[in-house]
Nanobody, 121 residues
Framework: QMHLVESGGGLVPAGGSLRLSCAAS????????MGWFRQAPGKEREFVAA???????YYAESVKGRFTISRDNAKNTVYLQMNSLKPEDTAVYYC???????????????WGQGTQVTVSS
């Protein structure tokens, strides 16, 4: 079992930045692939970024160059640094733990409750 808690969401103007955090407890964090997903109202949940080791990362095209995923295994925490935010980035952001560096939700076994990110135009 793994319990995930996201934090760091909020309201930010377009062009601004936010850093999301996801604190994990339970099974071995360092061996898990960690991902960030988001879901906007009326839309399906979509992949944002994932990380396995500190050098293995994977990004959605829509966030590449603006978002950075990282992890601190000593703190059992994964981060998502979001820069140059756009109104279309508005969504609930979810942290997930899984078995592969993948964009498909089927590879992720544990999910957090989500944190709201709102980008004003």
């Amino acid at each position: 079992q793994m319990h995930l808690v996201e934090s760091g969401g909020g309201l930010v103007p377009a062009g601004g930045s936010l850093r999301l955090s996801c604190a994990a407890s339970g099974r071995t964090f360092s061996s898990a692939a960690m991902g960030w997903f988001r879901q906007a109202p009326g839309k399906e949940r979509e992949f944002v970024a994932a990380i396995w080791s500190s050098v293995s990362t994977y990004y959605a095209e829509s966030v590449k160059g603006r978002f950075t995923i990282s992890r601190d295994n000593a703190k059992n925490t994964v981060y998502l640094q979001m820069n140059s935010l756009k109104p279309e980035d508005t969504a609930v952001y979810y942290c997930a733990a899984g078995r592969a560096l993948a964009a498909d939700t089927k590879y992720y076994d544990y999910w957090g409750q989500g944190t709201q990110v709102t980008v004003s135009s």
